[in-house]
């Protein structure tokens, strides 16, 4: 076999892999968007549910997952940055960047379902707080500080050395340094990690079924402490409906709308990316 | 006897004289020893240039003077620093000490110009308005005084609020300087600021 059949071969075998993956992809979002465009028209998306979700609409269960994950949005923010800024400017040891990049890829790689029942046990139970949406926004957040945190570190410590020094040269303490010249460049990656780690948490099912949601019934909460209706979880109880075409094909609607939801915070996540770059990186 | 006298003698004329001085000064980066044994004793009010080939520990020696060394991974000293300011003298390497003041009286300029993403206008107050409180027409005053020394207030006093970055590598080393000058420093140091220029010597500098 000669070099150039080696590379043809090469070739062929890399385009296969790439067409295979997006091929996976455009199926699923063509099922998804076939069956469930039939369903969404203004009554699905602002009407409530009603027959445990096989008439009616979805619109406190969107509601419900945008409080949710707002909720983790600003439970996580400030405390993925003060994860980063701490690792980025305050950290030298490199045994203790080992150890606390080994735990924040850990918690990245928990199981969803791990953190439900940590949930179900430490503040339901534990804490007595009952099913409630503000639980789940915390079990949430914690499910996504590690994708905020490496975001925002990676642009932190990608600011060259010399900003800083420029700075501390001209007689500004770190405080200010941080505040003046780390944050502003930082906080992209911080803003492009967190709407990736909503994107994700939008869509998660397991860690939220059994802490923040009730499956039907539920509108708008009274307070931090009751539960809410979420899409997840409604796709979750209409699907186990199989038989009541009516009900899957609602099932259908709810993810298309979920889809959709995931798709505005990726790309949202990749405007922010490109449009608050730091001069440093452009 | 009498030799130790006259020695004695002459160290308070030296003194007078002197803004920065350098006593068995070493430097470690983890084990590459980069400065051995130095002393040196810098004049006030005069410029002092330090010449030696790539790589003898030029940066190194005057980058310890502000300590802009100090977060520079596996760095470690021996001896130590003196700097005559106004009303004392300190030892630079103590404990305790307030860097960051030391840093607004011996004021450095970088080899390659490093600007803030702000406005030409942000830049040249950028260190000065953190340690100081000023008034908006101070601000305007020091902005056009300090541009002024560096003779680049005439090509940038119509767009002080653009943003510094659309100016040229010799326009923004100049504004690198004018931020370091509006500190009001006793002494600049400065790490080969114009080695990526080259029409810059001939800039008239007061």
């Not at chain 1, 030298?92 to 850990?106: A, F």
């Not at chain 1, 996504?144 to 501390?168: D, H």
């Not at chain 2, 000293?77 to 004392?88: P, V």
């Not at chain 2, 030409?120 to 056009?144: A, D, S, W």
């Amino acid at each position: 076999m000669n070099r150039r059949v080696k590379n043809n071969l090469f070739l062929a075998v890399c385009w296969s892999a790439a067409i295979l993956c997006t091929l996976i992809l455009s199926f699923l979002l063509s099922v998804i968007i076939l069956n469930g465009a039939k369903t969404i028209n203004p009554d699905f998306l602002l009407s409530n549910s009603r027959n445990f979700g096989a008439e009616g609409g979805i619109f406190y269960q969107m509601i419900g997952s945008v409080l949710l994950i707002s909720g983790a949005a600003f439970i996580s923010l400030p405390i993925a940055i003060g994860t980063a800024l701490c690792k980025s400017e305050y950290v030298k040891n490199p045994v203790l960047q080992k150890i606390s990049n080994m735990m924040i890829y850990g918690l990245n790689g928990i199981p969803s379902v791990i953190f439900g029942i940590f949930g179900l046990i430490f503040f339901v139970n534990f804490l007595n707080t009952g099913i409630s949406w503000f639980v789940g926004s915390i079990i949430l957040a914690i499910m996504i500080i590690p994708t905020i945190v490496l975001s925002s570190y990676q642009s932190m410590s990608s600011i060259p050395r010399m900003y800083r020094e420029s700075a501390y040269a001209l007689g500004m303490d770190k405080w200010k340094v941080i505040t003046k010249v780390i944050l502003p460049q930082g906080i992209q990656g911080a803003i492009t990690g967190l709407f990736l780690g909503l994107a994700r948490a939008v869509g998660e099912t397991a860690p939220v079924m059994f802490i923040a949601t009730a499956f039907s019934g539920v509108k708008l909460p009274g307070s931090l402490f009751q539960p809410v209706t979420a899409l997840p979880t409604h796709i979750l109880t209409l699907a186990q409906q199989a038989t009541n075409t009516q009900a899957l094909q609602n099932a259908w609607g709810a993810s298309l709308v979920l889809i959709l939801v995931f798709f505005i915070f990726s790309l949202s996540a990749l405007f922010i990316r490109i449009t608050l770059q730091p001069v440093s990186q452009r | 006897m009498i030799k130790m006298e006259s020695h004695i003698m002459q160290i308070p004329k030296l003194i007078e004289n002197t803004v920065i001085e350098m006593n068995h000064f070493h430097v470690w980066y983890h084990n590459s020893h980069a400065l051995k044994d130095f002393h040196i004793r810098f004049q006030k009010e005069q410029i002092t240039c330090i010449i030696g080939p790539s790589g003898s520990g030029k940066s190194t020696m005057i980058r310890s003077i502000n300590r802009i060394n100090d977060d520079v991974d596996g760095f470690t000293y021996q001896g130590n620093i003196l700097f005559h300011g106004h009303m004392h003298s300190h030892t630079v390497y103590q404990n305790g000490f307030d860097v960051n003041h030391l840093r607004t009286q011996i004021g450095m300029v970088f080899q390659k110009p490093c600007v803030f993403p702000r406005s030409i206008y942000e830049n040249v107050l950028f260190g000065i308005k953190h340690t100081k409180k000023l008034l908006k027409q101070e601000k305007q005053q020091i902005v056009e005084e300090n541009l002024r020394a560096v003779s680049l207030w005439d090509e940038v006093s119509y767009r002080l609020h653009e943003k510094a970055s659309t100016l040229s590598i010799g326009q923004q080393q100049r504004l690198c300087i004018a931020r370091t000058l509006a500190v009001k420093p006793t002494v600049i140091l400065l790490d080969e600021p114009t080695s990526s220029l080259d029409h810059f010597p001939f800039l008239p500098m007061p």
